[in-house]
Structure formats: C-alpha cells, structure tokens
C-alpha cells in the first residue's frame, strides 16, 4: 500500500491557472448543497474532493487567482473560495473549520472529473427539489457530525 501518490492535474476554463494534487485518496468526496455553494458555482450543488493543503499546489498562473472570504457561512466558520479572474472558474476552498490545513477542490476542474466520485452530500436541506439523492451515499441534513 505504499505505492507513490499518482499525480492528478486540474485547470480553471481558460487554462491560465494549472494545478497538481499528490494525494493518493482525497480525505472527502462531496456534493455540497447549501446555498452559498449554489450562488458560487452558479449551479444546483457543488462536487468537491478534499485533501491535504501541502499536497495541492499551484503550478501555473498564481498570479490569475483570487479569493473571496465569506465568514457568514451558515457553519458559522470562515469560508474562503478561489477563483480565476480571467474565467471566472471557482477553483478552491477553504475553511476555518480545518485550520487552513485542507483544500477543498471543484472537482468539475480536475482534468478526470470522473476519477473520484462523491461519496456523500450535505446541506440535503437545501436539495434542489427536482434533484434525486446520491444512489449509495450518506446524505446529511447540514454538515455531518465528523469529516472523514
Ligand atoms: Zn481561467
Ligand atoms: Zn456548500
């Protein structure tokens, strides 16, 4: 089992922001349903995978990246989302919750946006009415009580 961390590569739409991601297996794999993840993806859900910050890292166009902090979050902490500003592409996120010490990843951007597929959904609250549950996932009302 110690076989070396694949690296999978991620880019914004215009491709001016590139990125790489040395985990073997993101910590989380996620379909976030609250509403603040609605307005900045501008669609019904976000699919997000989660990994170690240290093994996500920016390999192109930095300069590009943006972010914009939200504290008013409905977890009460502190949400920081990147995006490209030339595209417009929402890219990462972080949150206080975690110390700063995992990047939450749109994995629409990932270049196999297939390769992980989400294994749980949260803020089921605000499902899109027309919107099934995940076949096989752990659905939770908000946030679970624990990450894993
Ligand atoms: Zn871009
Ligand atoms: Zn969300």
């Not at 027309?130 to 990450?147: I, K, T, V």
């Given at each position: 089992?110690?076989?070396?961390?694949?690296?999978?590569?991620g880019?914004?739409?215009?491709?001016?922001?590139k990125y790489e991601?040395?985990?073997?297996?993101?910590?989380?794999?996620?379909?976030?349903?609250?509403?603040?993840?609605?307005?900045?993806?501008?669609?019904?859900?976000?699919?997000?995978?989660?990994?170690?910050?240290?093994?996500c890292?920016v390999t192109?166009?930095?300069?590009?990246?943006?972010?914009?902090?939200?504290?008013?979050?409905?977890?009460?902490?502190?949400?920081?989302?990147?995006?490209?500003?030339?595209?417009?592409?929402?890219?990462?996120?972080?949150?206080?919750?975690?110390?700063?010490?995992?990047?939450?990843?749109?994995?629409?951007?990932?270049?196999?946006?297939?390769?992980?597929?989400?294994?749980?959904?949260?803020?089921?609250?605000?499902?899109?009415?027309?919107?099934?549950?995940?076949?096989?996932?752990?659905?939770?009302?908000?946030?679970?009580?624990?990450?894993?």
């Amino acid at each position: 089992m110690s076989a070396e961390p694949t690296i999978h590569r991620g880019a914004c739409l215009c491709e001016s922001i590139k990125y790489e991601i040395t985990t073997a297996r993101p910590s989380a794999r996620l379909l976030c349903h609250c509403r603040d993840c609605q307005k900045s993806t501008g669609s019904a859900f976000a699919t997000m995978v989660a990994v170690p910050k240290a093994d996500c890292r920016v390999t192109q166009g930095s300069e590009s990246l943006r972010s914009y902090a939200l504290s008013t979050t409905k977890s009460g902490n502190t949400m920081t989302r990147s995006f490209c500003t030339k595209c417009g592409s929402p890219l990462f996120a972080g949150t206080t919750k975690y110390a700063g010490s995992v990047t939450i990843i749109n994995a629409g951007t990932l270049d196999d946006p297939t390769k992980w597929p989400p294994v749980l959904e949260v803020f089921c609250t605000n499902r899109m009415e027309w919107l099934r549950p995940l076949e096989g996932g752990r659905q939770f009302d908000e946030e679970p009580p624990r990450h894993q």
